[in-house]
């Protein structure tokens, strides 16, 4: 099952079905049933003509909707306009997420992560990024390891969720499973789904192993009566940074002492 389910007004909609698509969201979003806990819509991009009639309509639709998507976000100002468009068309408190999808954006992204109380999470976009970049490709590769880097530090130093874009060839599971796992390695939180087929493999990357979990708990458990000191565990030191990892990772199995 998927953590998130997005209903998408931007690159999947034709100019011409804009405003048809805009309601059909609202009524879904109205009617509320979603196989998922989390529901979020992609706005059309902010220099777009349709920018604040998604908002306000999507806003208005009902208290299901929990973030609005932000793509191709490069200033902390669009944040702080989607906000205000936000506050003024609803009383709840609608989060933000923040598409990252050119070298614009990646140059000021500390500042975008910090664009707006509302901000929850940081999304890496690599199809238009790869275009902005001058990447040959949108493939995945070490090429994009500082592009990751960046969205990443700036995520944690805000305190709010990096989310890996997605893996275009849907087919390919292999390749998506390795680019999850490239991910996973650099900190993110998740990863975009485009297809179905796709959420199984990324909630097994994502997802802590029965070994991770149980030696989290002994990290725990070796702690408990260390104080602020450090400690051996089987041949390794491990002190309140293995601390504050474990608790991460019991967090993310849905253990409650995580």
């Not at 989390?38 to 003509?49: D, E, F, Y």
């Not at 923040?98 to 890496?124: H, K, Y």
């Not at 199984?200 to 990290?219: K, M, W, Y």
């Amino acid at each position: 099952m998927a953590d998130e389910v997005i209903l998408d007004l931007e690159d999947s909609v034709p100019p011409a079905l804009k405003d048809e698509a805009r309601a059909a969201v609202a009524e879904a979003l109205a009617a509320g049933r979603f196989p998922a806990a989390t529901v979020s819509v992609r706005v059309n991009a902010p220099a777009s003509p349709w920018f604040e009639a998604d908002l306000r309509a999507i806003a208005g639709a009902g208290d299901r909707l929990g973030s609005v998507v932000v793509p191709k976000v490069e200033s902390p100002g669009e944040l702080e306009r989607a906000g205000g468009l936000l506050a003024a068309a609803s009383e709840r408190e609608i989060g933000l997420q923040a598409l990252v999808e050119s070298a614009r954006g990646l140059r000021d992204v500390d500042s975008i992560a910090l664009a707006s109380p509302r901000l929850e999470t940081l999304i890496l976009g690599p199809a238009d990024m790869s275009v902005s970049l001058g990447f040959t490709s949108p493939a995945d590769g070490p090429r994009w390891d500082f592009v990751r880097g960046a969205v990443l530090v700036a995520a944690r130093a805000a305190g709010i969720q990096a989310i890996d874009g997605p893996f275009l060839q849907v087919s390919d599971l292999d390749g998506l499973r390795a680019s999850a796992e490239r991910a996973r390695e650099f900190g993110f939180d998740g990863k975009w789904a485009l297809h179905p087929a796709q959420i199984e493999p990324l909630n097994e990357v994502f997802s802590p192993t029965g070994d991770e979990v149980d030696r989290a708990r002994s990290i725990l458990e070796a702690l408990s009566g260390a104080g602020d000191g450090a400690v051996m565990l089987d041949g390794e030191m491990i002190d309140e940074a293995s601390r504050r990892r474990a608790e991460a990772t019991l967090a993310r199995a849905g253990d409650g002492r995580g």
